[in-house]
């Protein structure tokens, strides 16, 4: 498999682990970002680990997918994680309001805000390590 088929591959592999994790099952949670394990990460991490084997690990492009992908896994526990807490305590404020009729009849949003967006610490590693499995096992078995 080329470089992207391989991080492609590893993208669907975690989207699909996420039905398994999620309660309740729910093969909607196939198109959602959030959970166990981080697509995002397991992308970014073959991508890097398939370089790293066919080009070097000394080499320069290495560096710059390595650069991208600490960018990629920091944002997905870091900052999606809090927009998502934010999100939670946002849907809690705006129920609290309604329930006291300080809406006047008015619905202050229509829906409530996603919360599962980003992912916990162990949720990024559990990608990171799903995406250098499939990099590793694609590149000493399959090629």
Same mark, same amino acid.
């Given at each position: 498999?080329?470089?992207?088929?391989?991080?492609?591959?590893?993208?669907?592999?975690?989207?699909?682990?996420? $039905?398994?994790? $999620?309660?309740? $099952?729910?093969? @909607?949670?196939?198109?959602?970002?959030?959970?166990?394990?981080?697509?995002?990460?397991?992308?970014?991490?073959?991508?890097?680990?398939?370089?790293?084997?066919? @080009?070097?690990?000394?080499?320069?492009?290495? !560096?710059?997918?390595?650069?991208?992908?600490?960018?990629?896994? @920091?944002?997905?526990?870091?900052?999606?994680? !809090?927009?998502?807490?934010? !999100?939670?305590?946002?849907?809690?404020? $705006?129920?609290?309001?309604?329930?006291?009729?300080?809406?006047?009849?008015?619905?202050?949003?229509?829906?409530?805000?996603?919360?599962l967006i980003g992912h916990?610490?162990?949720?990024?590693? !559990?990608?990171?390590?799903?995406?250098?499995?499939?990099?590793?096992?694609?590149? @000493?078995?399959?090629?």
């Amino acid at each position: 498999m080329t470089l992207l088929q391989v991080s492609i591959f590893s993208l669907f592999a975690a989207q699909f682990l996420k $039905i398994f994790f $999620i309660r309740p $099952i729910n093969l @909607y949670t196939i198109f959602t970002s959030g959970g166990m394990p981080s697509s995002h990460s397991s992308f970014v991490s073959s991508l890097t680990i398939t370089v790293g084997l066919k @080009y070097s690990f000394n080499s320069d492009l290495f !560096a710059i997918v390595t650069v991208f992908a600490l960018i990629v896994t @920091y944002d997905a526990s870091g900052v999606r994680r !809090a927009v998502g807490l934010q !999100a939670n305590v946002l849907n809690n404020l $705006i129920k609290h309001l309604e329930d006291k009729s300080f809406a006047n009849d008015k619905q202050l949003i229509k829906e409530d805000l996603k919360e599962l967006i980003g992912h916990t610490p162990f949720e990024v590693f !559990a990608g990171v390590l799903l995406g250098a499995l499939i990099a590793v096992v694609n590149w @000493y078995f399959l090629i």
